[in-house]
């Protein structure tokens, strides 16, 4: 199941009792942990019923103790490890994840690799949870995704602008998405994203190719590093 369909799902009230969110990009992670933490429960009912941790700090007998406590005047709660591959002890939530409880939502964001197949969480959390893999973006793809995402927003981008911005910046989803919100800002009205915005609002030269750049380097005008 997709980032998009696992949301979509959760907009119409079907839930599952564990997500595992893992892999190497990071962004579709944080789309669904962001709408698990600010849009399943409303202000009121979050206020009782969501429960956020950070796997560095988080102890896995107060995760598991969380995640079975009962709801308070509200139909289910949700209880969020994030950055749970810095997590000690994280095979012991396989307690949990073989008997969870109905009124709780569980969703594991674990960033950068996957679980092993091999090991006994996995093949519990493949009986018990929706898993869900990021993959990154294949690189012949990311110019694709770049238009389709800038659509998506309501604004255009020409071919140029968007080799600019993938060379410049490379296969990095949430970098690419906070320089076109960046861009946004200082459009002004206009729905048009052009090389010279890409320019004046990011800093990407598009003057500026590889040879000058060695040129530079090689007389030590280069003001890098």
Same mark, same amino acid.
């Given at each position: 199941? =997709?980032?998009?369909? #696992?949301?979509?799902?959760?907009?119409?009230?079907?839930?599952?009792?564990?997500?595992?969110?893992?892999?190497?990009?990071?962004?579709?992670?944080?789309?669904?942990?962001?709408?698990?933490?600010?849009?399943?429960?409303?202000?009121?009912?979050?206020?009782?019923?969501?429960?956020?941790?950070?796997?560095?700090?988080?102890?896995?007998?107060?995760?598991?103790?969380?995640?079975?406590?009962?709801?308070?005047?509200?139909?289910?709660?949700?209880?969020?490890?994030?950055?749970?591959?810095?997590?000690?002890?994280?095979?012991?939530?396989?307690?949990? !994840?073989?008997?969870?409880?109905?009124?709780?939502?569980?969703?594991?964001?674990?960033?950068?690799?996957?679980?092993?197949?091999?090991?006994?969480?996995?093949?519990?959390?493949?009986?018990?949870?929706? &898993?869900?893999?990021?993959?990154?973006?294949?690189?012949?793809?990311?110019?694709?995704?770049? =238009?389709?995402?800038?659509? =998506?927003?309501?604004?255009? #981008?020409?071919?140029?602008? !968007?080799?600019?911005?993938?060379?410049? !910046?490379?296969?990095?989803?949430?970098? #690419?998405?906070?320089? &076109?919100?960046?861009?946004?800002?200082?459009?002004?009205?206009?729905?048009? #994203?052009?090389?010279?915005?890409?320019?004046?609002? !990011?800093?990407?030269?598009?003057?500026?190719?590889?040879?000058?750049?060695?040129?530079?380097?090689?007389?030590?005008?280069?003001?890098?590093?």
């Amino acid at each position: 199941m =997709s980032a998009e369909k #696992i949301i979509s799902e959760w907009k119409n009230q079907r839930f599952k009792k564990i997500y595992w969110l893992e892999g190497e990009e990071d962004y579709y992670i944080d789309l669904v942990m962001d709408h698990a933490e600010h849009r399943i429960l409303n202000e009121a009912e979050a206020g009782f019923n969501l429960t956020v941790f950070y796997g560095k700090d988080a102890d896995w007998t107060a995760v598991i103790n969380a995640c079975t406590r009962y709801p308070m005047f509200a139909e289910r709660q949700v209880v969020l490890l994030k950055e749970a591959q810095q997590m000690k002890d994280i095979e012991k939530l396989e307690s949990y !994840i073989e008997n969870p409880l109905s009124s709780t939502i569980f969703v594991v964001g674990h960033k950068g690799k996957t679980l092993d197949k091999r090991g006994k969480l996995y093949k519990q959390l493949k009986k018990s949870a929706e &898993i869900f893999t990021s993959e990154k973006i294949k690189d012949y793809k990311l110019q694709e995704w770049i =238009s389709e995402y800038v659509r =998506s927003q309501g604004y255009k #981008i020409n071919a140029k602008a !968007i080799s600019l911005l993938e060379e410049h !910046i490379g296969n990095d989803l949430n970098r #690419i998405i906070n320089e &076109i919100e960046k861009l946004a800002l200082n459009l002004k009205g206009r729905k048009d #994203i052009t090389e010279d915005d890409i320019e004046n609002y !990011i800093g990407i030269s598009k003057e500026y190719n590889v040879f000058e750049l060695q040129a530079a380097i090689a007389k030590k005008t280069w003001p890098g590093p």
